[in-house]
């Protein structure tokens, strides 16, 4: 729809980025779950990472789960996230084994680097591995 056209690098840079939308004001719909997933397989996309999750349910009345798996079963890599509702029983979601689930979490400390650019400029940084090098 010609917003933000721009190319993005990274790691793989001859990689593609491809973005679907499905949260709304009003939440984030199956359907549009469903939607996105069918979007993206049609589109070749080789990996698929997904912010979104809800209550762990049996696996076929899962959005996620359901799409993941076809998504799966076509040779793309699925990731979502683990859920962030706090320590305690039941609060990890996209627990499907056919999902690659990543929790996050948070430290209380830096670990300053120095980030060297393609084009020869060292600018400061924060990595996130306990083993930094500077310089």
Do not use: E, H
């Not at 779950?33 to 069918?38: G, S």
């Not at 349910?57 to 959005?63: N, R, S």
């Amino acid at each position: 729809m010609g917003y933000a056209k721009a190319v993005a690098a990274g790691m793989a840079p001859k990689a593609g980025l491809a973005a679907y939308k499905v949260c709304w004001n009003s939440g984030c719909y199956d359907s549009d779950i469903l939607a996105a997933f069918d979007a993206a397989v049609v589109d070749g996309v080789d990996v698929i990472s997904l912010s979104v999750g809800g209550v762990v349910l049996l696996y076929y009345l899962d959005a996620i789960s359901i799409s993941a798996f076809g998504a799966n079963d076509r040779g793309i890599f699925v990731s979502a996230f683990a859920g962030n509702g706090g320590p305690g029983g039941l609060k990890v979601t996209n627990i499907a084994p056919w999902v690659t689930t990543v929790g996050a979490g948070t430290i209380d400390r830096d670990f300053p680097t120095d980030v060297k650019l393609g084009n020869g400029k060292t600018v400061p940084g924060v990595c996130v591995y306990s083993r930094s090098q500077r310089g």
